[in-house]
């Protein structure tokens, strides 16, 4: 593909990557909605062990010192399609929802035989829920009909650079630019015709700049045979944002009567967002990838904040997060049984979340598999995988999600700043 194509493809996909609903949990609700995992479909089948994850072949911009492993003169390109299937259970209820979204279109390639770079745009979080019930009112001595729905997401763009040090080792830093809206809506509908209806918005626009740093270390420990460890920290930081709350009564018969608007305010605040560290470890031979990964976010620090006062209180407690994978190769130089160049993998993920209602945090479980797939006399290189798990419990009066995710990534790789010598 030429150098002008990528360019324009990652253009477009950009484009198409904004207003994606990629949940329909209610659990996106709060704080800052559901967090995405790894984007790219190499890491999903090896349970989202990321931090440590390096070939010539891939971008993983969970760890910028990963880009040292860019063959010289190529250029990345990346991108990846997410479906997934949901269940959403109670002690006696059951709904199902589906969806499906762009994961992230990102770009990298060497500058030298020591710099290299990569750019992309990702998911950060997303909220989607359409919450429909009945409350009772006391002082009103009835019901009350009540939708609550809430959608948006926050992005991040991201420019890294690596360095690397020596053969056996590399740092690399990100930084990032989060953006995006949440949007949280609810309206009450009294069964009493002498009561206005009541409707309320509260819209948040958030921007900020953030920083990570990677390390990577990788030695030969015999012939053809690597162990490898690395780390990543995110920096806390202090997000901008704009608050927008809109309240009016309203009435409706044969359509929809604003009645009054008893709150409209615009309002600054600043979103203090938590530092994060990741650690993992693999092993890597001609047949046989092994890797481990461990983060942890201090989400209990999360703030949101008016005039220096916390005015959201969602009560996130710290996440954990524990992921491992295997990938196996059978010979990936055959030339005859194209079966045996497939990479086969599978992993699984337990995840801590950083949500605590009723006195119970949360925890996601998954197992996860999936191939990888080179394309016969090309530089490109297919991936799938498939996540199959659960998130919550239907304890206390709380929903039990089970799920099935499927990502489908594409990977093309080209040569870069290469003259051609005829035309």
């Known amino acids: 593909m030429h ?7 990652f253009l477009f996909l950009t484009t198409m990557s904004f207003s994606q609903i990629s949940t329909n949990s209610p659990y996106s609700r709060f704080g800052l909605g559901s967090l995405s995992s790894s984007v790219s479909a190499q890491q999903s089948a090896l349970g989202g ?25 190529s ?5 990846a399609l997410n479906s ?5 259970k109670t002690s006696n209820q059951s709904q199902n929802e589906s969806n499906a979204t762009f994961s992230h279109v990102a770009i990298g390639f060497p500058i030298n035989k020591y710099l290299s770079v990569s750019s992309g745009l990702l998911p950060y979080s997303s909220i989607g829920y359409n919450l429909d019930y009945m409350d009772y009112e006391t002082w009103l001595e009835d019901s009350v009909s009540v939708l609550s729905t809430g959608n948006g997401g926050l992005s991040k763009y991201y420019f890294g650079t690596s360095l690397q040090l020596h053969k056996t080792l590399s740092i690399g830093i990100n930084a990032y630019y989060l953006f995006g809206g949440l ?52 920096n806390s930081t202090n997000l901008d944002a704009k608050q927008t709350l809109l309240g009016t009564t309203y009435d409706f018969t044969t359509s929809l009567v604003i009645k009054d608007t008893f709150q409209n305010v615009i309002q600054k605040a600043t979103i203090v967002m938590p530092s994060k560290i990741s650690a ?20 209990s620090d999360y703030q949101f904040l008016i005039d220096g006062v916390a005015v959201e209180e969602d009560n996130l407690k710290n996440s954990k997060c524990y992921s491992g994978g295997i990938q196996f190769t059978p010979d990936y ?8 160049k497939i990479q086969y993998r599978i992993g699984g993920r337990y995840n801590k979340t950083y949500l605590s209602l009723r006195n119970n945090q949360l925890t996601e ?6 191939l990888g797939l080179p394309v016969k006399r090309t530089n490109t290189f297919y991936n799938f995988s498939v996540e199959i798990g659960d998130k919550g419990t239907i304890e206390n009066n709380l929903i039990k999600e089970q799920f099935i995710k499927f990502t489908f990534g594409v990977t093309f790789k080209g040569i870069w700043f290469v003259k051609r010598k005829y035309d």
């Open 365 to 370: 479980t998954s197992l996860t598999m999936g």
């Open 75 to 79: 250029f990345l390109f990346s991108s």
């Open 333 to 340: 130089n055959a030339h005859n049984k194209y079966w045996k």
């Open 183 to 234: 949007s949280r809506n609810k309206t009450a509908d009294f069964n009493n015709p002498d009561i206005f209806n009541v409707s309320s918005v509260d819209r948040t626009n958030i921007t900020g700049l953030s920083y990570e740093t990677g390390l990577l270390f990788n030695t030969e420990i015999s012939k053809d045979k690597y162990v490898a460890f690395a780390l990543s920290f995110q």
């Open 3 to 9: 150098r002008l194509n990528y360019v324009f493809l």
């Open 280 to 299: 993992g470890a693999s092993y890597n031979s001609e047949k046989l990838f092994l890797v481990a990964n461990y983060s942890s976010q201090n989400w």
């Open 84 to 88: 997934s299937i949901h269940n959403f």
């Open 49 to 73: 062990a990321s931090v440590v994850y390096f070939n010539s072949n891939s971008i993983n911009s969970e760890n910028p010192a990963t880009y040292s492993s860019f063959e010289p003169k």
